[in-house]
């Protein structure tokens, strides 16, 4: 597979970037087991406003993925920009984006109730859908995964959706840090898989 040029991998960065502004938690259950993370490639998936799809893209590293694809069931999340909820929704960022779950519970600290499915519904988050997986596509790195909402709510009744932007300028440096250098691994699986050198 041919590899851009700096200038051209440059400018793909910042048009794709402009499509996914708003970071959403993604929660999944399996065999009594919960889990979750955080997603910049969420969006609808569908035209039917009363039957309406969802759409996340979730890479094969992560727990999340295999859990997802085996259950079929999954809840997306948006997260509230408000002063009064922004130090929580901060805090859900880092703990679902943060470590793995294959190296502990992840959502114990988390507020949440189970929704139809049994997913776990995270009560602080803005808004959510839950869904059923109804179409997947095998992307090497990824798959897509498109879900029938079959639940849906707004858990604030007003507060705006947090913009990934302000959410990195307020993440403390030394998580972000330790982001990038978890996220190495990740990267480098992604380039195996689609028979790039890491």
Known sequence: MPELDSQASAAADYTLGGLRPFPVAVTTTMDGRS???????????GIIREAPRVTI?????????????????????????????????????????????????KMRSLRTKPGVNGVPILTDALAYVEASVCGTLDNDENTIFVGDVIASERLRPAGGRLHINEAWSRLPRQWIEQYEQNHVGQLEDAKRRRGMSP
């Open 35 to 45: 889990n979750g993370l955080i997603s910049l490639s969420a969006g609808s998936a």
């Open 57 to 105: 893209s979730l890479t094969k590293y992560n727990l999340t993925h295999d859990m997802v694809l085996e259950s079929g069931s999954f809840a997306m999340h948006l997260l509230c920009n408000d002063e009064d909820a922004i130090e929580e929704s901060l805090r859900i960022l880092m703990v679902l984006g943060g470590t793995s779950g294959r190296d502990g519970d």
